[in-house]
């Protein structure tokens, strides 16, 4: 799989960006400030429709303007679909794919696979628990398109669920409606979780051996690297060679709410679920958190998300399936020998995008298309401006056709 164009409009600093890419590597080389990681950023929201950046999409809209829109050509094996994201913050975000009707955003999940890491990734091993939650979550819903609904879902009746046990705190207030609500919402909360969390513990089964070895690959192996999911619900909780189905799980949160209903009424907010779990990574027997260096805190990290790639190339085995590998500025963190590593760890990827602020960061290993990132009044290319998105000819029909003989009929 590979991204062929990358057009942009009213995003960041962007008021129109149009970027030609190619299969392989791929090296965006830049000033500090010219707007690379808003390239990285906007490729890999393609994929997981959020920013790895900030928790709400207003920041990704060109100040003064209400909307954004990031486009891309999509390619696997001799097939092409175009994607069209129209990014409203406040409102529901659409997408438009081979140049139909705009629809539900999520419709597009599946598309496009990509593996994004940047420098803030060091927050997945040093920073709060919710980092960590949205790394599982974007996991499993690119292996598995249909959880992002799950999540979605988890969502709505979480706002739900809080809201009626906010509305009940006051002595007296809580009433038999309450009590009847409450049920409700329960099972409803109880059958996303548990897709949730089955999601997340079969990603995390797949997901722990790879990480082992990459760390092992990147570090020399110095210190064993794991992990174990820490939960709400006591038998999630741990390492699982055998992951609980989902009735098993569904039967396991319905008993952990009615232990915690009480301390819920207390508090006005739910105390169980996959909203409240985490990650815990581990180095050699203490947890990484607060006892590892800064050194390896961003191969931990690096790690996480190169075994992550590993994982979702290993569950779709098309060649031609492999996700986009995405590097933002990660070289420079890196000495000699790390950086040679890492170069033969990616040979694999059909796409690589590196971003650089000069290309003396790039290890020689690494040769491929360099594309200058240039700003000018707000407009950026790589070059000349390339033929629009719009004007591509695919039809309704299918999501990928032949990219070369398509037609609009």
Do not use: C
Request: charged residues 25%.
């Amino acid at each position: 799989m590979y991204l062929s164009h990358l057009s942009l409009t009213n995003y960041r600093s962007y008021e129109q960006a149009e970027i030609e890419l190619k299969p392989g590597p791929n090296i965006l080389i830049g000033a500090n400030g010219v707007g690379k990681t808003n390239v990285a950023e906007a490729m890999n929201y393609l994929a997981v429709q959020h920013s790895h950046r900030v928790s709400n999409d207003h920041p990704l809209v060109r100040i003064g303007q209400t909307q954004a829109l990031a486009r891309g050509r999509v390619h696997r094996g001799e097939q092409a679909v175009s994607i069209e994201y129209e990014i409203n913050p406040g409102k529901s975000n659409r997408v438009a794919i081979n140049r139909g009707a705009p629809q539900a955003a999520r419709q597009a999940y599946g598309i496009f696979k990509a593996v994004l890491f940047a420098p803030e990734d060091i927050e997945l091993i040093s920073g709060q628990p919710d980092i960590r939650r949205r790394f599982m979550d974007d996991l499993i819903v690119q292996m598995r398109p249909a959880l992002g609904d799950a999540r979605r879902d988890y969502d709505r009746v979480l706002r739900q669920r809080n809201a009626l046990l906010k509305s009940g705190r006051k002595p007296g207030s809580w009433t038999d409606e309450h009590e009847s609500t409450l049920a409700v919402w329960n099972e409803h909360l109880a059958r996303a979780a548990a897709r949730l969390i089955n999601g997340r513990l079969h990603a995390l089964r797949l997901l722990a051996a790879p990480t082992s070895e990459v760390y092992a690959e990147l570090s020399n192996g110095n210190k064993p690297a794991g992990f174990a999911y820490q939960s709400t619900v006591p038998m999630a909780t741990g390492q699982h060679a055998e992951v609980p189905d989902e009735a098993v799980l569904y039967t396991a949160i319905v008993e952990a709410l009615e232990e915690a209903y009480q301390s819920e009424r207390d508090r006005g907010v739910t105390l169980v679920g996959p909203h409240r779990d985490d990650l815990v990574v581990t180095l050699g027997p203490a947890p990484a958190k607060g006892f590892a260096s800064h050194g390896e805190t961003w191969s931990l990290a690096l790690a996480l998300r190169l075994a992550s790639y590993r994982v979702l190339a290993k569950d779709d085995p098309n060649p031609d399936a492999r996700p986009v590998l995405i590097l933002d500025d990660v070289f420079a963190e890196l000495d000699a020998a790390r950086r040679a590593r890492l170069a033969e760890m990616t040979r694999d990827a059909e796409q690589l995008i590196i971003t650089a602020a000069v290309s003396a960061d790039i290890p020689p290993e690494l040769t491929g298309t360099h594309i200058p990132i240039r700003m000018r009044e707000g407009i950026s290319s790589s070059g000349e401006h390339l033929e629009s998105l719009d004007s591509l000819k695919l039809t309704e029909a299918n999501y990928f056709e032949d990219a070369e003989g398509s037609s609009d009929e």
